[in-house]
């Protein structure tokens, strides 16, 4: 089927997918095998051995690339190991400006495994892309950007950083986690490599970990193969399944999380309990031209803190919720809640924390799929304990 001329909400479905040439099986069987019969040395069907490739696997790389609008995909372990591969195309004193208020593991593995190779990083508020020129010299190589953050909500100008980028000489990153191509699509606004964390909001259901990359440039995708298949972190045929699986029906599910997410920053807004929320649709939301300039709706990823409170409030609250589950990470079908102070952003020093707005008395929402009075319901119950 040629991809061009399908709208969004059938490439979900369709995208890069074709029946299965054994039996003509609608979905891609689960191939669980390392290696494939050849007729004769060198002759085989497209596959070798399964770190260099496999049809499952090959069907959510197709998947990821129609879906972003690229043409190659890349599919790995984690969202971790689709990054460490991007970095990886450096050499040491190359340089690297990223967004300040980063997901956690990546400032990690920014800071503690590539720093000590030599490859130098700025991190940089991206509020306004005429201040990443200061940053910029003859080694900065790739510019790197989360939007939305996480947990503050901010939205960076990806088309504003696609213009620096191309000055620069420099190749422009967007992790597209948050967001999913649903919202927004990076490679049409001048990315050169979208990422994801397919465990969230791909994948959808909670239940598998795996890392995407997908890339319009055939230069750029063949070095990321080089290293894909070199350093070998490649995800598993029944997690590629299970991604494809849930890329399938990812409009949907946005487009609830969207309306949840909306009727959720409403309530929080009007609760007398509820001090700020952060949440890119709101016209008081500092970014928030950007945000309806390059996304289609706004997501279900939420985050306030509750009025004069505590931590003990806090952690009474976010003890309190029935319906919302107490967990680390987000995107899934069900709802989550989590206390970046205490949780993900433990790591980093309570006063460098407050600086980004992660004060104790802040709660983290992903906003799930399930009936929005009993959501509604879950969040007031939890603030009226304190
Ligand atoms: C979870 C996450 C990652 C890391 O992905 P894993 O699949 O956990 O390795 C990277 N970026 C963002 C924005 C995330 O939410």
């Known amino acids: 089927m040629a991809d061009d001329n399908l709208k969004f909400n059938t490439l979900t479905i369709h995208g890069g997918q074709q029946p299965d040439k054994a039996y003509g099986a609608v979905m891609p069987p689960i191939y669980q095998t390392s290696t494939y019969a050849q007729a004769a040395p060198g002759d085989h069907q497209g596959f070798e051995y399964s770190r260099s490739g496999n049809p499952t ?3 959510l790389e197709d998947s990821i690339a129609s879906i972003e609008g690229g043409k190659f995909g890349l599919a790995f372990g984690s969202g971790l190991a689709a990054i460490d591969c991007v970095i990886k195309t450096l050499k040491p004193g190359d340089e690297v400006i990223s967004t ?5 593991g990546t400032y990690r593995l920014f800071t503690k495994i590539f720093e000590p190779l030599g490859i130098k990083f700025h991190f940089v508020d991206m509020d306004n892309a005429d201040k990443i020129g200061d940053y910029v010299n003859e080694n900065t190589k790739i510019i790197w950007v989360e939007t939305p953050t996480n947990p503050m909500m901010n939205i960076i100008d990806i088309k504003a950083m696609s213009k620096v980028a191309k000055a620069a000489n420099a190749l422009l990153i967007v992790d597209n986690t948050f967001a999913t191509p649903y919202l927004q699509r990076p490679l049409e606004m001048g990315a050169d490599i979208v990422m994801h964390s397919a465990t969230k909001y791909l994948g959808g259901h909670s239940d598998v ?35 494809v699986r849930g890329i399938k029906t990812l409009h949907v599910r946005m487009q609830r999380h969207c309306e949840n997410g909306k009727a959720i920053a409403h309530f929080l807004k009007d609760h007398p309990k509820v001090e700020n929320v952060y949440w890119p649709g709101f016209e008081s939301h500092p970014n928030h031209s950007v ?27 976010i003890s309190s919720f029935n319906v919302f589950t107490l967990a680390e990470s987000l995107g899934g079908v069900e709802s989550l809640a989590g206390h970046p102070a205490s949780m993900t952003h433990a790591s980093i020093p309570k ?12 709660i983290r929402l992903s906003v799930g799929i399930e009936d929005i009075d009993d959501l509604k319901a879950d969040i007031d119950q939890a603030l009226n304990k304190i």
Do not use: H, W
């Open 57 to 59: 696997r090959k069907a």
């Open 100 to 104: 300040n208020d980063l997901y956690g």
């Open 209 to 243: 970990v795996l890392g995407l990359l997908a890339v319009k440039d055939e230069a750029i995708a063949e070095k990321l193969y080089f290293i894909q298949n070199s350093s070998g972190a490649v995800c598993g045929p029944m997690d590629a399944f299970l991604v």
């Open 291 to 317: 945000a309806k300039e390059q996304m289609k709706d706004f997501g279900g990823m939420i985050s306030f803190s509750i009025k004069g409170g505590s931590l003990e409030d806090t952690r009474k609250v």
């Open 351 to 362: 006063e460098e924390r407050e600086k980004l707005g992660i004060v104790d008395s802040l």
